[in-house]
């Protein structure tokens, strides 16, 4: 009895470690932000599944995503009510680590990557073939590369596709206080994400050479995990300390958070009542700063409960507002027209009214909208609190705004709420002449869950990858400046009635990531497709070369 329950713990032990390790990788983000163990975190996950089957690489990579996601997207929950849609989004995005297990699993095998040089069928006809396969170091080096590779191609896929994927979790958004922070500027989130992920790699390859008592393996996999977190780092600060920003002045900005009950459902159901605290702390900023000094006040996402363009008590409150801080207002609002809506920010001025306005391009699937509603509405009628479906916008990604007390314009690329967690919607601003980044947004569903905290270190990732200073507003918190070297300059604490007047610094220079664009992310993607179906072949060859039992 004894030795059979040993067994089944014995057998269980793998998993469990599977899905610590993906706690761990938790940890490194936001609201702990211990940045070293979003580095170590992939390296267990490339322990455990190396060398396995498939279907073992798949249970211990499912097992890691759900240790990764369950507490990183716990802020779902909070802001359903239930556990419904957390426990349906941390299924989904736990099969991208399980088909990330499977894939590693299988290509680990391949000989060229296992450091006895593949299976005993291999060895048997290797010397006939005259093959000589690398040395046991050039093995390390190649499955420090490949496994790189795949956990890139993984999270790149699953932060793209479908429904425009969803990026929350990217190792990139766990080194906002990491030294690798500024090869963001080259690589973008990818980039960043690729050397943590290549750290935490050199580290597995390190306790593999403890493991097997091998001390000059394990050192070296020790010096290239310091080296990819530290070195990359700081070229990429000196390499951007050299090159020259094109410097375009600054605009003085005031960031107003108006704050919101904690039971938010009941602020927004009370009409006025977030525009009015938006405004109270408005007129409170003009009292301090004086009419007119400010070139620009910002407002959060939702800012306006109800929308100033068609509701006239919204409108007298808001332009009251603009009036009393002498300068043009960009505030969150919500149309609705022929039975949908949309998520926009527009310019406000005093006297004048709505004027240009950005439309959220990326809703998010069911949080602002419900794919094939029908069809998910058999599983869960909590798709119906999902009334009315928000639709993307098809406009600029980018407002320009007259700076009050400068005679001249600005462009500002403009992102709403998760919109910083997706670099191409933040490029499409910078590359249509953005100078700065607004990032309007309402925290106040999620209550004091880590998805706050998450945002700003997304938003301070962003900064550096387009070079620009970013300027977040929450309803809630947090509302921060950031510098384009991703230094919070200031910020708001959360729940309280608060503004924040910075100079932010505006740029006309790209990064190198913002040249490079997509391609990257193509490359990355297109390598992982070709490495999954080397792996297949592999297995294919193995199935046929081994006999089976009794042939």
């Known amino acids: 009895m004894v030795r059979r329950v040993a067994q089944h713990v014995r057998s269980l032990l793998p998993v469990l470690l599977a899905t610590a390790a993906g706690v761990l990788t938790w940890t490194g983000f936001p609201p702990l932000g211990l940045w070293p163990a979003a580095v170590a975190g992939p390296g267990g996950l490339m322990i455990l599944t190396r060398g396995r089957g498939a279907w073992a690489g798949a249970g211990l990579g499912l097992a890691y995503g759900v240790g990764f996601f369950t507490p990183l997207l716990h802020f779902t929950a909070v802001a359903m009510g239930n556990p419904v849609g957390w426990g349906a989004l941390v299924s989904f995005e736990a099969l991208y680590l399980a088909l990330l297990g499977s894939v590693w699993a299988t290509v680990s095998r391949l000989p060229i990557l296992d450091d006895t040089g593949g299976t005993a069928s291999?060895?048997?006809r290797?010397?006939?073939?005259?093959?000589r396969l690398p040395s046991g170091a050039a093995r390390a080096v190649v499955r420090i590369v490949v496994f790189t590779l795949l956990w890139a191609g993984a999270e790149e896929l699953r932060s793209s596709w479908p429904l425009g994927g969803f990026p929350f979790g990217r190792l990139a958004f766990a080194m906002a206080d990491a030294p690798m922070l500024p090869t963001a500027a080259y690589g973008g989130s990818l980039g960043l994400s690729l050397l943590a992920a290549a750290a935490g790699a050199c580290g597995a390859e390190a306790l593999g050479g403890l493991r097997h008592a091998r001390p000059l393996p394990a050192l070296a996999g020790a010096a290239g995990a310091m080296v990819l977190v530290l070195a990359p780092g700081a070229a990429a600060s000196w390499a951007s300390s050299t090159l020259q920003a094109r410097d375009e002045g600054s605009v003085r900005?005031?960031?107003?958070?108006?704050?919101?009950a904690e039971n938010f459902e009941d602020a927004f159901?009370?009409?006025?009542?977030?525009t009015t605290n938006h405004a109270e702390a408005t007129h409170r900023l003009?009292?301090?700063?004086?009419t007119g000094t400010l070139d620009l006040v910002v407002w959060p996402e939702n800012a306006a409960d109800l929308d100033p363009r068609s509701h006239a008590a919204s409108a007298v409150v808001v332009d009251d507002a603009a009036r009393a801080v002498g300068t043009p207002l960009l505030l969150g609002a919500v149309p609705y027209e022929d039975g949908v809506r949309y998520n926009d920010?527009?310019?406000w001025t005093a006297g004048e009214g709505a004027g240009d306005y950005y439309r959220k391009h990326r809703p998010v699937p069911f949080g602002e909208y419900v794919p094939a509603r029908d069809l998910v509405r058999q599983v869960t009628t909590q798709v119906d609190r999902v009334s009315v479906d928000l639709l993307p916008g098809t406009g600029p990604h980018t407002l320009t705004v007259p700076a009050a007390a400068q005679d001249r314009e600005v462009t500002l690329a403009m992102g709403i709420c998760f919109e910083v967690a997706y670099d191409d919607t933040l490029r499409s601003g910078v590359l249509q002449g953005g100078q700065a980044i607004i990032i309007p947004t309402n925290n106040a569903s999620f209550l004091h869950s880590g998805e706050a905290a998450q945002q700003l270190a997304q938003g301070r990732v962003q900064a550096v990858v387009h070079g620009r200073s970013l300027v977040q507003v929450s309803t809630v918190g947090y509302t921060a400046v950031i510098a384009?070297?991703?230094?919070?300059?200031?910020?708001t604490e959360p729940y309280t009635q608060a503004s924040l007047v910075a100079d932010v610094g505006l740029r006309g220079s790209l990064t190198v990531a913002d040249r490079l664009g997509d391609w990257p992310a193509r490359g990355v993607l297109g390598l992982s497709a070709i490495l999954v179906l080397a792996g297949m072949v592999e297995a294919a060859r193995h199935r046929v070369a081994v006999p089976r039992p009794g042939s």
């Open 484 to 491: 384009p070297d991703g230094v919070v300059q200031q910020v």
């Open 269 to 274: 159901a009370h009409a006025l009542e977030v």
């Open 253 to 260: 900005i005031g960031a107003v958070q108006g704050n919101v």
């Open 122 to 124: 291999d060895r048997t």
């Open 126 to 131: 290797s010397p006939a073939r005259g093959r």
């Open 286 to 290: 003009a009292a301090d700063s004086g």
């Open 345 to 347: 920010v527009l310019v």
